[in-house]
Structure formats: C-alpha cells, structure tokens
C-alpha cells in the first residue's frame, strides 16, 4: 500500500491533522495537555517540533501513532493519513500502519532496541510481520540493504550484533533502520540526536535527510533549534500544549514574531553573547531592514582580572584495567594532561563521550589518584597526599554536578544541604542567616528553606547546587556539565546565574560541557579532549575561532548551528 | 481513537487534589479514606486485622470472658454456637478465648524474631556492603551457609542447642532470618555507598564516618520497616510450626501451634479446636505480607 500510492498523488499531504486535543483524566487537574494542534507534512517535507520539556510534544508525535498512552483522551477535528480517515481506526488499522506508512525513531536506542535480538532480526522482523517480503532470502537482502542504506558499515557482520555491543551512533543508526526497513512514508523522530556526541548526531541527522530526499515525510522533534535550521522545512513551536508560532524555518528563526520564540533563539549561548546576559536577550528593530530584528543583550559586571595560580594539574596520566573476565585490557583514560586555573578564571573542558574529561574532574576532585603526575591546590600538594591530609583544603574546592538530585541526600531539605557545606559553629541564627543570603544570592528566597529537592524545578535544583558549592567560599569549582539537562531558557538562566556569581566573586571555575556554545559565551581558555590527551588549547574565542587541530575542526563543523544551518538547506 | 466531539475538554473539571498528598485526616471515616485514596479493599482489611490483631495482644480480656486456661470437663468439645463461638476444646476450654489469647504471644515471638533477625542481619549487612572485599566475601559466606538450611531445620536446631522457650524459640527464628535481612541490607548499602550525594559528602570533607553516620546509615534504614513488615508474617509461620512440634511454648499456653499440637487427636471427632487458630496463622500471615507488599510498593525506587 506504501509506494504506489505516494507515485500516483506526490503532493498529497502524508498527514494532516486539524484541532487535535489531549488529555488525560485525572491528570492535569483534567485540563488537557494539548489544545487545537494543527499539523500537515507532505512527501519528501520535514516539519520539526520545537518546545521545552512538558510542552507536549512528545505525546502530540506519539497519537499521530495512536500511542498517547493508556486513558489519553484525544479529540480531533480532522485526521487523515494518506488521504484515509484515521479517526475511524480500529487497533488492528494502526497496527498495520506502524511500519509500513508510519516509523517511530526514539531518542534512547538502547531501550527502544530489544537485548535479547541482534539488529539484524531487529530489522527483518519489521519486514516479516508486515509480509512485505516472505521468502527468507530475500528478508536477509533487505534487511542489510536497510543497514547499509543508515549509513552502518560493514552491515553483513554488524546484523549479527546486539545493540550493546554498538557504539550510540551505530546504535542509533539501527533505529532508524528498523524504523524505515517496511519504507514508510512518515518517520517520526523524538529527539533522535539528544544523546550523542554532535560528530555522531551530524551523521545521525544526513541519514535522516537522505529519507527526506527519497521522499519521505519526517516530523522530528527537538529542543534543539539549531539542529532543526538544518534540516527542517517547517517548524512548530509549542509551549503549555498550544502552538504559539509556526511558519517556514527560515521565517520563523530569523525573523521570528512570537515573544517565546525570541526568547528561545536569544537564549542560545555562543561566541556572539560573551559578555552579556543570556536571559536578558530582547529583541529590536534592524537599523537597515523594517523586517530584521537584532538581538540586544545587557552585559555582565566586569570581569576581574586573573590572578595567582589556584590549580595545577602536571602531566597527570590514568589508565584503568579491565576485569578478568574482559581479558585484563588496559585502557588509558588520561595521558600526560597539563594545565592550570587562575584565580577568577574561567577554564573550559570539552570532548566528546569518552574523551576523558569526567575523569579528568574526578582526578581533580581527589576522587581518583592519577597513576602518574601531580595536582597541586594553592601551591599545596593535593593528589600526593592522603585523604585525611586533604580534608583541610577540601572547602577550597567545589563541585557542582550535571545531575543536582541524585547529589542531595533523599532525606534532606534545602536548609540542610546547604547549612552540610557551611564552615564554622557560629550560633544557629546566624547560621540561618547565612543560608538565607545564599538562596537569595542564587535566586532563591527563604521559602525555599524547608522544600525538599524532589518537589524544585530542574533550574531551582541546580541554583540550590550552587548555593551549596558557595556556600564554602570555594577559590574553585569544578562544574561538571551543569546546565546540559536543562532547558534552553533555564540554562541561560543559570548560566547568567553563574557568570555574574563569578565576576562578583572571583572564583575560578573548571567547567566541563559538551556544548561548545556554552563554552565559547563563558569560558576564558579552552581545553579540548579527544582519546585522553588534550589536543589543544588556548583562549576559547582564539581556538573556537581559529582552530588549529583536525579535531577540534572536526569538532566545530559538526556543531549544528541556525546560520549555517539555514544557508545550506 | 475516538473523536466524540471537538475540544470535549473545555468543560471545566475540578482541580483535585494530587493522590500522594492527600494524609490521614481523624474526621474521616477509614472507609471513606480508603475509597479517596483508592485502597484496594484486601489492604484495608489486611490493616483492620492487624490493629484486631494488636489490640487482641495488648487486652485480650476485652473480647472474650471465658479463661483460656481453665475449662469445664462437662462442657468438653461442645461445637461452636452461640455459647462458645469458636466451641470448647477436649479440656471444655473455650477455643475462642484461647485463640484470642494466643495472639500475644505469636505476634511477640514472631516480632522478636524479627527484631534478632534484622538486628543481626543489619550489622552483617553493613559490614558486607563496605569497600571491603574480604570481609564481603566473609560475610556473604555465612549467609550462604546459614541459607543453606531450610528455615525451620534450622531453627530447630537450634532450639535443640538453646532449650526450650519463648525466648529461645525467637533467637532461633531470628538467626534462621539473617540471610534474608543481611542481604538486603547489603545490597541497599551498596547502592547507597554509590550514590552521588555520598560523593558530595566526601567532596565537602567529611569524613568517611561521618558520611556513613550521617548519608549511608540512615538511607539504609529506611528500607528496614517495609522489610520487616514483609517478613514478619512467614516468621510467625515458621514460630507456629516450631510451637507445634513442642518446641516453643508448653501446653496449656494457649499458643497457636501448640492449640494445633492439642487438637490433632480430637481432629476426627471435632474439626473446630484445629480449624480456628490454624484460620488465626493463615489470616496473620496473609494480613502482614498484603501489607508489607504494599509498603514495598509504594516505595519501590524511592529509596536509593
């Protein structure tokens, strides 16, 4: 049913849907979680969906599947796929039409692919159970075609691996094999690149838009506007469940008319906005153009000066030895790593998964003693010595992790978290006191002194971690990702949170991100990772610029960026 | 999916109350908290049995009249009626009274294995769970051996080395409990000493004990009711069993398994002096674990 009638009427929209609704009972406070969505993608168009986590994307992608889940309640106007009602489905119509006309990309493979199969009979059974192709011949040729058609290489040997066995990428990749192996005139995506390293999310996203140029039909969804201006013909931003801009990509992020949606592309960390308050982005008229907007930025307290060395780090080297069981293999995590954090400084770290750079902080942290080389902390020896020696000098240093939760102890509410990490005995008053400045330093009130962690927003949470690292007067903090798991809006948030902190202070920061973005608007020096070694270094706007290494290069070309991404769709 | 009619949402519902917060409020009836916090009605007789259960222990004098140890010879094996609901044993004792009066001492021997059980099966347990390996493998040893024995051969024997009593009977039963408790609490020290805040903890130089005093320790013990309350109900079991065999409390104590021992050579004539305490353990320890499966529920993925 699938290719012939995509040759007869190629405009013929795949799906389109008008005035969709959903709600769950109970939940909500009964009040639906989506309203009024208006949706329609035609043969060989992507159309990207674009909010923030809970603004109802997911679920609005998945009843297009009619997979909204147990008691969603969905309402709609008009819903036709290919050109058939789809209101009038039974379960048994769906099942028959996930596969061959729809294929759903999830963002983690590793749960969406079944442990017990290869990818191999991952594929072919997408390709049996609909009866495409009976003889098993001819479902082994197609099934490694599929493979080889993602981009896998070597497909005969690979159709043989379980999906732990692949890389995230490759991984990643079989997904999207299964997905299309029935060849289905509508893929949908749910942030299928979220997880990856941005090399391997570049290779990711051209296998999807090669299904485009073969006249596919893809709704992908993302939080990720720069990955969208690369491949997107169209975008939908939602927020709260409604719809509050749509229009061609190029209309709606260069000149883009709703207030959230400004906000949204204003909140982009980069090179552009150094210096200047993330979330305090506006916009304004061009001076040349009616129709241009220009981004206008208001600009952090001076920064003060560099000062004396807080850390060093001297050709450290760690390798860790694999189990028995795994043949003893040594791996070299870390080699010969040197650098060193000036008071009031701001240094980077990024990599890709697996470069080193958890381990790196780990070895900072004394949470991990380097087999080789030493870390010094104010000119004191820190690696070489004992725990117990270190215990002195441990205020000086902080952390503040990617995933503040699971760093509070489940039992404590705010007051304590904070009050664990703060120095001295001086009455319980002052000590209240203190912590009260510390939450309205980071933007918190004293209302927040009795909440326990589980009931704050995922920005509240990370402001309660910085509260927490400040609260020692720490002369460093090692920021591990720290605003990765957030939101585009709350990660400027934290971030502007973060930067003015700094300047105010003078603490130095080592901060360790995947994003370049968020790199190049914060940080002075750069350190960039790849097998354990740094590569290069130097002044982030010098090597994020100018960069000098292949990989860092490499690094840069795939970092999905709305300009760019524009000019070459 | 079905499209009644367009936007079927705009009429307004009610916000209600999020499930989780709603609490026990005095003024409402236990049916009526039941039914707003959706109980399944197998729990809420399951806690109605217990309280019954807690209360028939503390004063059992308030249920019946009858002396559970004294009987009249001429009333002996009157089957149950209005008179004697539960009937009269060989003795002319009233079987309800003494069911009734029984409760005390198998929910005290059965707590008191639980509580020697746990207590030991705690401190093994945390020593398992620490960094070091031969102590764990030490540790883990023993729980394998003590495992290795069904429950009540076990704690027979060592009722045989220990003699006979409520006392003895409860150190038997709880040393039998070691391996269940110990592993638990190994395995919940383990993914605790793991946890990111315990990192944290160390980061803001604490001490290793006064990260284990004040992060590991008590995340540990949360879990420890739930765990008790699931095991308390197969421990009266096993007590009931030991009790029947001659090995807990002596006749005339009107303990459950000794009222079983007793009934066995009357069981042809008069089914009841058997039927009801056996109905007593059944329903115990069906009531304890639908509510320690309960707790174990709700609670699942909360505690790490």
């Known amino acids: 049913m699938s290719s012939v009638g995509s040759q007869i009427d190629r405009a013929a929209p795949v799906v389109e849907v008008q005035g969709l ?17 208006d949706l329609t993608i035609r043969p060989g168009e992507c159309v990207a969906l674009v909010g923030e986590s809970g603004s109802g994307k997911s679920i609005t992608a998945r009843s297009l599947l009619n997979l909204a889940g147990d008691g969603a309640k ?5 819903f036709e ?52 192709l009976t003889d098993a011949g001819a479902i082994r040729d197609r099934t490694l075609q599929t493979l080889g058609k993602v981009g896998i290489p070597n497909p005969a040997d690979r159709a043989l691996q379980y999906a732990h066995q692949l890389s995230g990428g490759l991984r990643q990749r079989a997904l999207i094999a299964s997905a299309i192996a029935a060849d289905p005139d509508l893929i949908i995506a749910d942030e299928p690149t979220t997880s ?10 051209q296998v999807l838009a090669e299904r ?47 207030p959230y949606t400004r906000q949204l592309i204003a909140a982009i960390p980069s090179g552009r906005s150094r210096g200047s308050r993330l979330a305090s982005a506006r916009f304004e008229p061009g001076a040349s153009d009616a129709t241009a907007v220009s981004i206008v930025r208001e600009p952090l307290p001076q920064r003060q000066a560099a000062g004396e060395v807080v850390l060093e780090v001297k050709e450290i080297s760690k390798s860790f030895i694999a189990p028995k069981a795994a043949g003893r293999a040594k791996s070299v995590v870390l080699q010969d790593i040197s650098f060193d954090v000036r008071a009031a400084e701001v240094v980077g770290i990024v990599g890709e998964s697996g470069s080193g750079k958890s381990t790196c902080a780990k070895v900072v942290l004394g949470l991990l003693d380097p087999d080789d080389g030493e870390v010094t902390l104010l000119g004191e020896p820190w690696s070489s010595v004992a725990e117990a020696g270190r215990r002195r000098l441990r205020r000086k240093l902080q952390y503040i992790p990617q995933d503040a939760l699971s760093s509070f102890d489940p039992r404590y509410r705010v007051r304590n978290i904070i009050a664990e990490n703060l120095p001295g005995a001086d009455g319980r008053i002052a000590r209240l006191d203190r912590i009260v400045s510390l939450l309205e330093l980071v933007g918190l009130s004293a209302d927040h002194l009795d909440r326990v962690p589980r009931s704050l927003s995922g920005g509240q949470r990370q402001r309660v971690s910085i509260a927490r690292a400040l609260a020692a007067e720490p002369a460093i903090i090692v920021c591990d990702e720290p605003v990765s ?19 105010r202070l003078g603490t130095a920061l080592l901060f360790i991100s995947h994003d370049l973005g968020v790199i190049e608007h914060l940080c002075d020096r750069v350190l960039v990772f790849q097998n354990g070694r740094i590569v290069e270094q130097g002044g982030a706007e010098a090597v994020l610029r100018q960069p000098q290494h292949a990989y860092t290069k490499s690094l840069l070309a795939s970092v999905p960026d709305i300009q760019r991404g524009l000019s070459a769709a | 999916m079905t499209a009644p009619s367009h936007r079927s949402f705009d009429t307004a519902v009610p916000l209600e109350a999020p499930q989780d917060l709603v609490g026990f409020e005095a003024s409402h009836s236990l049916a009526a908290i039941a039914v707003r916090r959706r109980l399944p009605f197998g729990l809420v007789l399951s806690f109605v049995f217990v309280a019954f259960l807690i209360a028939a222990s503390i004063a059992p004098s308030l249920f019946t009249h009858f002396d559970p140890l004294v009987g009249d010879f001429s009333e002996g094996l009157k089957p149950p009626g209005w008179a004697h609901l539960f009937g009269t044993d060989r003795l002319g004792r009233d079987v309800f009274a ?69 006392l003895n009977i409860a150190i038997a039963v709880g040393i039998a409990g070691i391996p269940k408790f110990g592993r638990v609490v190994r395995a919940q020290t383990q993914l605790i000493r793991d946890a990111d805040y315990v990192t944290q903890a160390a980061i803001y130089g604490l001490s290793r004990w006064q990260v284990f005093i004040r992060h590991v320790l008590p995340n540990v013990l949360v879990a420890i009711p739930i765990i008790a309350t699931v095991y308390i109900g197969s421990t009266i079991l096993i007590v009931s069993g030991l009790s029947f065999l001659g090995l807990g409390p002596q006749p005339p104590t009107p303990e459950w398994g000794v009222m079983l021992a007793e009934s066995r050579d009357v069981l042809r004539v008069a089914w009841w002096p058997g039927v009801f305490p056996g109905l007593a353990i059944t329903a115990t320890v069906i009531a304890f674990s639908v509510i320690g499966n309960h707790l174990q529920q709700r609670f699942e993925g909360r505690l790490a």
């Not at chain 1, 969905?74 to 008009?78: E, M, Y």
């Not at chain 1, 013909?233 to 000149?255: E, F, Q, W, Y």
């Not at chain 2, 059965?110 to 540790?139: K, M, P, S, W, Y």
């Open chain 1, 485 to 503: 798991a957030l939101d585009i809006c709350i990660q400027a948030q934290v971030l502007d949170l973060l930067a003015e902190l700094q300047s």
């Open chain 1, 21 to 37: 609704s959903i709600g769950f009972a109970g939940a909500n406070g009964g009040k639906p979680i989506v309203v009024d969505f």
């Open chain 1, 196 to 205: 990856l390293d941005v090399t391997v999310q570049a290779q990711v996203l």
């Open chain 1, 74 to 78: 969905t309402a709609v106007h008009r």
């Open chain 2, 98 to 166: 003494r069911t009734v009066f029984g409760t005390r001492y198998s929910l005290l021997i059965g707590f008191g294995g639980v509580a020697v059980g746990l207590g030991a099966g705690i401190v093994l347990g945390i020593i398992a769970g620490q960094r070091n390996r031969i102590l764990d493998e030490a540790v883990s040893r023993l729980f394998d051996m003590l495992s290795s024995f069904p429950g009540v051969l076990l704690a027979m024997l060592i009722v045989t080395f220990l003699g006979q009593g409520m």
């Open chain 1, 212 to 258: 485009i140029r073969e006249g596919a039909g893809l709704l992908l969804i993302s939080h990720d506007l720069a990955v969208v201006a690369g491949i997107a013909d169209r975008v939908i931003v939602m927020r709260d469940g409604r719809v509050v801009d749509s229009g061609p990509t190029r209309d709606v992020l260069t000149h883009p008319r709703h």
């Open chain 1, 81 to 132: 796929i290919k050109g058939r009602d789809a209101r009038s489905f039974g379960e048994a119509d769906w099942r028959k039409l996930r596969g061959t006309v729809t294929g759903l990309v999830m963002q983690d493979a590793l749960v969406s692919l079944d442990p017990l199969r290869t990818i191999g009979q991952e594929v072919a059974e997408v390709i049996s159970s609909h009866r495409i």
